[in-house]
């Protein structure tokens, strides 16, 4: 049973388009969560941090429903350069470990 | 520069052949981890550490050892790798606790034969 889980994608849009990529978590506890990307065979790097009253960064928003357990990923205006995986995060019991979901993979296209 | 260093980027090696790949970070975080990812498998942890000398086994920890002697160093020990420990690795780094960002090393892909 996994505890984070994503559509593993991949989610093919065209350039302006808006996408948006959910995740379930499992663990009810859980109170703040992280979308973090991932390019090619490259490291995890922080997109967002996710708490309850939601995050907007310029094209990015993330949202929280505690009532069925998910977190949104929503990216307005496509860009070529945001193609990539997009994984799901959220801490553990004290936050000792990290649950990373499978990923999200987005290909946007000319 | 706040980064994660891991070493080597690439590694080749045979069964049984131990192996160690380093991990230094110099943020002065306490906690650190060791992740492996594998296709269809996601990042799952091997074992991390909330501070010197304290580590604890995360998701996946058989066939690998850690040592935590200094704050900045978390070295990911394979004593003797099998095939199926051929994965991409990546040591990853923060402050702690329950909201805390965490910062990765570039990675290191082992290929056991």
């Known amino acids: 049973r996994k505890e984070v889980e994503q559509d593993p994608g991949p989610f093919n849009v065209p350039e302006g388009a808006t996408v948006a990529f959910n995740c379930t978590y499992s663990?009810?506890?859980?109170?703040?969560f992280f979308w973090y990307r991932q390019d090619c065979r490259k490291e995890p790097k922080l997109l967002m941090s996710?708490?309850?009253s939601g995050n907007e960064d310029g094209r990015f928003t993330a949202q929280l429903n505690r009532a069925s357990q998910y977190i949104s990923l929503l990216i307005r205006d496509s860009k070529l350069s945001d193609s990539a995986t997009y994984l799901c995060v959220a801490p553990e019991d004290a936050g000792n470990m990290l649950t990373f979901g499978g990923g999200t993979r987005l290909m946007v296209k000319p | 520069e706040a980064q994660v260093t891991q070493n080597p980027r690439y590694l080749i090696t045979v069964t049984g052949k131990k192996l160690t790949v380093t991990c230094s970070q110099n943020m002065n975080h306490e906690y650190m981890s060791w992740y492996r990812q594998d296709p269809g498998l996601g990042l799952r942890q091997i074992y991390y550490?909330?501070?010197?000398?304290?580590?604890d086994k995360g998701d996946v920890p058989e066939g690998y050892k850690v040592s935590r002697k200094e704050k900045r160093n978390f070295p990911l020990i394979l004593e003797s790798p099998s095939p199926n420990q051929t994965s991409l690795y990546f040591c990853?780094?923060?402050?702690?606790?329950?909201?805390?960002?965490?910062?990765f090393g570039q990675g290191t892909r082992l290929t056991v034969v």
């Open positions: 550490s909330m501070n010197v000398e304290v580590t």
């Open positions: 996710v708490y309850s």
């Open positions: 663990n009810s506890a859980s109170q703040s």
């Open positions: 990853a780094s923060r402050i702690g606790g329950r909201n805390t960002e965490a910062f």
